[in-house]
């Protein structure tokens, strides 16, 4: 099992409200059309809290900015059902969604497997 973590940033134009209600209630049910063709097997949305107290941590760390949330992706590298053609044309879909809520470019996206410690 592969995961994708895409750590997000909302658009500077939407309020966190804005970006996080799009998010959930836009694209979280085109990923799901679209789970079987790409072979993913879960898909979770954490989303940040707008609260000046949750922040404190990551300021007293020197960290940079928090991010708006935070999506992660499971998914089977050959379990696409999917032909190849079909499958880069639904991710596409989902890529031009992203544009409309997603700072892309301030957004990090890396893949990972995962380490059960607890």
Not at 70 to 85: K, L, N, R, Y
């Amino acid at each position: 099992m592969i995961k994708i973590i895409f750590c997000l940033k909302r658009l500077p134009h939407l309020s966190r409200d804005a970006f996080q209600a799009y998010w959930r209630e836009q694209h979280a049910p085109r990923v799901q059309a679209r789970a079987r063709l790409l072979g993913i097997r879960r898909y979770v949305q954490s989303h940040t809290m707008d609260d000046a107290s949750f922040a404190a941590p990551s300021r007293a760390r020197g960290g940079a900015a928090p991010y708006d949330g935070v999506a992660e992706i499971w998914f089977e590298a050959d379990g696409a059902e999917g032909s190849p053609e079909a499958c880069r044309a639904a991710a596409l879909e989902l890529l031009d969604d992203e544009r409309n809520f997603i700072d892309l470019p301030a957004s990090a996206l890396f893949y990972t497997q995962e380490l059960q410690v607890l």
